[in-house]
């Protein structure tokens, strides 16, 4: 399996951008996708996670200017972030808790990418 994140950049803040995280390979079922991030000397933290069945998770410093969602047909989680801040800015990482056709469950991460909030 493999997950490709999409969508980072530099925006001003109070902007918008939008992220996306394709999954792709032997994919039986998503169970849950979800968005972490990491800023620089910082640990890793989650940001929103969205399930299977369409329930999502966020983060209390992203509640009501996040949103996540996805397309089951295209295996693709998106994050939508509204109302950026410079505390916002980090490297911001897919995850995908999969189970595949042979009936195994992994985690996967993807590559990360770079979300830039100037003030």
């Known amino acids: 399996v493999q997950l490709q994140a999409s969508g980072g950049g530099l925006v001003q803040a109070g902007g918008s951008l939008r992220l996306s995280c394709a999954a792709s390979?032997?994919?039986?079922?998503?169970?849950?996708m979800g968005w972490y991030r990491q800023a620089p000397g910082k640990q890793r933290e989650l940001v929103a996670t969205i399930t299977s069945g369409g329930s999502t998770n966020y983060a209390d410093s992203v509640k009501g200017r996040f949103s996540i969602s996805k397309d089951n047909g295209q295996n693709t989680a998106y994050l939508q972030m509204n109302s950026l801040k410079p505390e916002d800015t980090a490297v911001y990482y897919c995850?995908?808790?999969?189970?595949?056709?042979?009936?195994?469950?992994?985690?996967?991460w993807g590559q990360g990418t770079q979300v830039t909030v100037s003030s």
């Open positions: 995850n995908a808790d999969s189970t595949l056709w042979n009936g195994e469950r992994y985690d996967y």
């Open positions: 390979g032997s994919i039986f079922r998503l169970n849950v």
